[in-house]
């Protein structure tokens, strides 16, 4: 039997890598806009790192990780998301010691999770973040809003839906924590086995369980906005006025818990509203994670970023009919009959290539028609045609494809003529 593709993973093949490639280059586009910097972390990471970053009682770590032993005995993981690396980056290489603060970041590349494959969740997909480090200021909360949406509105989307919720400072989660505690206690017993070893740990986990969604207790949990001191209320106040200045429209969620454990005051998540998206909506999530830097050793220092799919995303174009505004075509195909001009168009095809004229040719020894079958699969703009007599001549023959003109061009003269007619000049 032949061997198939990891469950939850996925071939990018020609024709669609160039949408994500697209996507890519416009994150970059709106990172160099809002002067976030790319960083590269190894895919791999000391499995200690996602135990204090992500949370121990979360389910990423407690049941999505790909964690092995390396042959060292050391126990790695596929990191199953970036801001933890990005965290540990920061403070191995000092970064918090640069004049230029906060340190701006963003980064590009695949996340682990071993989750159920469905719609929208695949086990390998790919991560764009950003995280800014070293400021307290709500603006940078919107600020890195702003850049998702903007983001989300470059490629076309229309249909999103930006949901915002404040999981407060350390007192008021702590309040919100005791409140939880005795909402849950009395009925823990009706509640799964992981709920049940959440309810002193990590209540607030209990209000992302995807088996106890339903349970009435649930809906009638106390919310964590009745639970925040003053601080933390005008903290919150502040990032959603940035947004209406911004022009931003927001949905207030005092349910929304995110699934990590680092999230302290602000807590957004993006959703699109397309119909039939799927029931995965939820394009990005993101929050501010004051105490991650000093969890993972480095000065105390705040913390704020998200991260989104490019696979949603992708679904998310989709499901709006989003036309990509690229066409995957070719300038110059070159068509060469008899021995020695298909040797002489080796070099012709370089010196096209030298000159930026994106050129192909045949490599199947393909007669006449079936070339031009292909020049035209390829839309090529223009066509070359010379045989062993024209060589001999020097000249070659020169189609362009959509006005059906052709015109006689010395050998010499090739590059320049399909340089000039491709930028107009001709
Ligand atoms: P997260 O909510 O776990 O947050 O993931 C962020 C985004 O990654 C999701 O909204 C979704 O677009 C995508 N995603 C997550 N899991 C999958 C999957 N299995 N398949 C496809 N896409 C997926 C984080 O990862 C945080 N590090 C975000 C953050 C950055 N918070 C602060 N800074």
Redesign the pocket.
């Known amino acids: 039997m032949s061997i198939q593709i990891p469950r939850?993973t996925q071939d990018i093949l020609p024709g669609t890598v160039e949408k994500w490639q697209y996507i890519e280059e416009k994150a970059k586009e709106i990172c160099k806009l809002y002067n976030y910097k790319e960083i590269r972390t190894p895919m791999f990471e000391h499995t200690e790192l996602f135990l204090r970053g992500v949370g121990d009682t979360t389910d990423?770590v407690q049941k999505e990780m790909y964690s092995f032993e390396d042959r060292g005995g050391r126990s790695i993981t596929l990191r199953?998301?970036?801001?933890?690396s990005a965290v540990r980056s920061f403070v191995e290489n000092k970064l918090y010691g640069n004049p230029q603060q906060p340190t701006k970041l963003f980064y590009i590349g695949p996340?682990f999770?071993y989750?159920r494959p469905q719609a929208?969740?695949?086990?390998q997909?790919v991560?764009f973040?950003?995280?800014a480090l070293g400021s307290n200021d709500p603006s940078i909360d919107a600020e890195v809003i702003a850049l998702a949406v903007d983001l989300y509105k470059s490629l076309g989307l229309k249909n999103l839906k930006v949901v915002i919720n404040s999981l407060g400072d350390k007192e008021s989660r702590d309040a919100h924590r005791q409140a939880l505690v005795n909402h849950f206690k009395p009925r823990i017993t009706e509640f799964c086995g992981d709920c049940q070893s959440r309810l002193e740990k990590n209540p607030l986990r209990i209000l992302d369980c995807k088996k106890d969604r339903d349970h009435e207790l649930m809906g009638t949990a106390p919310s964590i906005l009745e639970y925040l001191n003053d601080d933390s209320k005008q903290y919150f106040d502040k990032v959603v006025k940035f947004l209406s200045d911004l022009g931003i429209q927001y949905e207030i969620d005092a349910n929304l818990v995110?699934?990590?454990d680092?999230?302290y005051h602000t807590a957004f998540?993006?959703m699109s509203t397309s119909e039939g998206f799927g029931s995965i909506t939820?394009?990005?999530?993101?929050?501010?994670?004051n105490g991650l830097v000093q969890e993972i050793g480095g000065p105390e220092t705040p913390?704020?970023?998200?991260?989104?799919?490019i696979?949603?995303?992708l679904s998310a174009m989709e499901a709006e009919n989003v036309s990509f505004p690229f066409e995957d075509k070719i300038d110059c195909y070159v068509v060469a009959l008899g021995e020695e001009a298909k040797e002489a168009s080796v070099k012709v095809l370089y010196d096209l290539r030298k000159a930026g004229i994106v050129a192909e040719k045949d490599y199947q020894n393909k007669k006449l028609k079936a070339q031009f079958k292909a020049a035209d699969r390829l839309q090529a703009s223009y066509t070359v045609v010379f045989g062993d007599d024209e060589l001999n001549k020097g000249v070659v023959s020169v189609k362009t494809m959509e006005t059906g003109e052709q015109e006689e061009v010395s050998f010499s003269e090739l590059v320049t003529y399909i340089s000039e007619k491709k930028s107009g000049e001709r």
């Open positions: 939850g990423i199953p998301e970036g801001t933890a996340m999770r989750e929208g969740r695949f086990r997909f991560q973040g950003v995280e995110r699934g990590l680092y999230y998540e993006i939820t394009l990005c999530g993101g929050g501010r994670y913390g704020i970023g998200f991260a989104l799919s696979e949603r995303l």
